[in-house]
């Protein structure tokens, strides 16, 4: 089977898995480009997604670039296109649904079962990407103070980020 077929069925797949966003499931695109078919490996994953998240643009654009990666222009193409159309489609089906029958009982249901997976993904994504990157004590103790203030406080998350962007400018993380 070619690549661009296997990038293919592989990122539609992952696609009608991204609760939470396309980086919740970063670990799966992980284990496929870098377990299984050795593509990628783990320092250029971790690199590749670091420089998609600092562009401009949209959230998913790192799959485009490890399409890119694995199969040039065509699998950029490949990877973007199978990532996005899937799951908006699989979006627009449950909205209409969701907007003829607003006082269901599974919205909800649904809602509070999501919830506790998407949690799970986006943990998981912090550890592939962790796993690629060199560690420093400064960022690991800037992640924890960072994740200890939001969830106990009503402090706004932009002034974290801003105080993450200038201790890592100053090159203390």
């Known amino acids: 089977m070619s690549i661009l077929i296997q990038l293919f069925l592989q990122f539609v797949l992952i696609s009608l898995l991204a609760f ?44 485009a670039l490890f399409g890119w990666h694995v199969a040039g222009l065509a699998g950029a193409a490949v990877t973007l296109f199978a990532m996005c159309i899937p799951a908006a489609l699989l979006a627009l089906m449950v909205e209409h649904y969701m907007s003829r029958y607003p006082h269901h009982r599974w ?22 990407v962790f796993q ?9 103790l800037t992640v924890i103070a960072t994740t200890w203030i939001t969830l106990r406080t009503r402090f706004n998350a932009l002034w974290l980020i801003l105080a993450g962007a200038l201790l890592g400018g100053l090159g203390w993380i």
């Open 132 to 140: 690629g990157a060199p560690v420093h004590l400064g960022a690991v």
């Open 20 to 63: 939470g966003g396309a980086s919740a499931t970063l670990p799966e695109m992980h284990r496929f480009l870098v377990v299984q078919h050795h593509w990628v490996d783990d320092h250029t994953f971790s690199s590749l997604y670091a420089i998609s998240q600092a562009a401009p643009g949209p959230n998913v654009l790192f799959v």
């Open 107 to 128: 919205h909800f249901v649904l809602r509070r079962a999501l919830a506790p997976i998407t949690i799970g993904l986006v943990f998981a994504t912090a550890l592939i």
